[in-house]
């Protein structure tokens, strides 16, 4: 069974940085893409950034390029997503996600068969 948990969330205030986490356990995140979306209050969840299985391609949210950063080190079954210049619309939910099948990056929520239960982003103006 896979399982999937982030960390890293908090509350920051507006142009500080946070940095997410995700670890995987149950199966490795080697061979597979994986990717950070995101759900704000009373809004759908979106992309955020994907990255294939040995991170040499990486795809962000338009509106985010710049700012974030999607890495991964599958000898620790890890990916982060590193957030610098955090704005108040940042606020929201992130969940890290698994591709069940392939090693190509998806900005694509049904391509992705395993998530985490979410971290909580508040960025304070």
């Known amino acids: 069974q896979v399982q999937l948990v982030e960390s890293g969330g908090g509350l920051v205030q507006a142009g500080g940085s946070l940095r997410l986490a995700c670890t995987a356990s149950?199966?490795?995140?080697?061979?597979?893409?994986m990717g950070w979306f995101r759900q704000a209050p009373r809004k759908e969840r979106e992309f955020v950034a994907t990255?294939?299985?040995?991170?040499?391609?990486?795809m962000y949210a338009v509106s985010l390029q710049g700012r974030f950063t999607i890495s991964r080190d599958n000898t620790k079954n890890t990916v982060w997503l590193q957030m610098n210049s955090l704005k108040p619309e940042d606020t929201a939910v992130y969940y890290c996600?698994?591709?069940?099948?392939?090693?190509?990056?998806?900005?694509?929520?049904?391509?992705?068969?395993?998530w985490g239960q979410g971290t909580q982003v508040t960025v304070s103006s």
């Open positions: 149950g199966r490795t995140v080697g061979s597979y893409a």
């Open positions: 996600a698994q591709r069940g099948d392939s090693w190509y990056p998806s900005q694509q929520e049904n391509d992705y068969a395993y």
């Open positions: 990255i294939s299985w040995n991170g040499g391609r990486t």
